[in-house]
Every structure is written in C-alpha cells, then in structure tokens.
C-alpha cells in the first residue's frame, strides 16, 4: 500500500472508488450530486481540490486500486487544519482508517501544522474510535447538524494539537 498525491491520472480509478463504495458511503454522510459519479464530475472534483493550496488531497493506493482517500483540507496560515478521509467498505477493520489518519499527521507535522481538527457524526463509531486512538481529543459538539436518513445528527469536532 502507498499514499499518492491526488492527481488527474487517478480520475478512472477514483471514479470506480467512490462508485463502488457510494451506498456505504452514504449510509453515514449525504449523497455527492449524481453529476460527480461521471469522468467529467470526478476530473472537476479532483481539479478543485488541487487547485486550491489550502488542501493537500491524497489517495491509498494498493495493487493499483485506490482503497482509500486522505485529506488535509482548510490548512490555515495560523497552523490549523482539518482531516478527512473515507475507505473501502472491503477494508473496514483492517486498519485502513488508522493509516490514514496517521499519515495525515505525519503530513501535517511535516508542513508545520500546530492543530488538528476532525468532524465526525454521531452514526460513525467506527471514526470516533479511529481519531481516539490516534490522540485526537472531543472538543465540541454540533447538536442536530444535519438531517440524515430522516434522522437527526450531531457533529462531534475532536482536536489534535502538537507541541513544541
């Protein structure tokens, strides 16, 4: 397995990524629009995320399929930044999530990040459980943040601050 930086040339596999994975997706978060499940939607995502200097998107790539997705996403001139990610529903319990997230902390030290946050709803405790055991701390609560599956949602914020 290797992280790459998201790039153009990755738009086929990632399109077969998120098509594959898009119901178990969606069991935890909104729907994308059904324009991104296309070449031209996936190339349009992939261009505004690494347009933008305030991400650093990434993939997990193994046996040439992208089994993952990293992210360091609002990086922010006074040190902080937020993570995301999202693995294949086939990878679940093999510690793909916690591989992401540690290399996304490795990433962020490396570019002189001082704080990180993490969002994650209430019906995800798998993530919680991911972000916890990577010495990410609950910092806030966003009660009734969204509507899902006709179901109201909090949003937990967890935070991981470096020293020095």
């Known amino acids: 397995m290797k992280?790459?930086?998201l790039t153009l040339s990755h738009t086929n596999k990632l399109l077969?990524?998120?098509i594959k994975n898009k119901g178990y997706f969606e069991s935890f978060i909104a729907p994308r629009e059904n324009a991104f499940y296309t070449k031209a939607g996936v190339e349009d995502h992939i261009q505004q995320l690494t347009n933008e200097d305030s991400n650093l998107p990434f993939v997990l790539m193994d046996n040439s399929q992208i089994i993952a997705r990293a992210n360091l996403k609002n990086i922010h001139k006074n040190g902080s930044a937020e993570i995301g990610?999202?693995?294949a529903q086939n990878t679940i319990g093999k510690?793909?999530?916690s591989l992401c997230v540690k290399f996304l902390i490795e990433k962020s030290k490396n570019i002189e990040i001082k704080s990180l946050l993490a969002y994650v709803l209430?019906?995800?405790k798998a993530s919680e459980r991911v972000l916890t055991k990577s010495g990410f701390v609950l910092?806030?609560?966003?009660?009734n943040y969204c509507d899902h599956d006709g179901?109201?949602?909090h949003a937990f914020q967890y935070v991981l601050r470096f020293s020095g």
Request: charge should be negative.
């Open 122 to 124: 209430n019906n995800n």
């Open 3 to 5: 992280f790459e930086p």
């Open 16 to 18: 077969d990524f998120e």
């Open 151 to 153: 179901q109201s949602l």
């Open 95 to 97: 510690g793909v999530g």
């Open 85 to 87: 990610y999202r693995v």
């Open 139 to 143: 910092n806030l609560c966003l009660p």
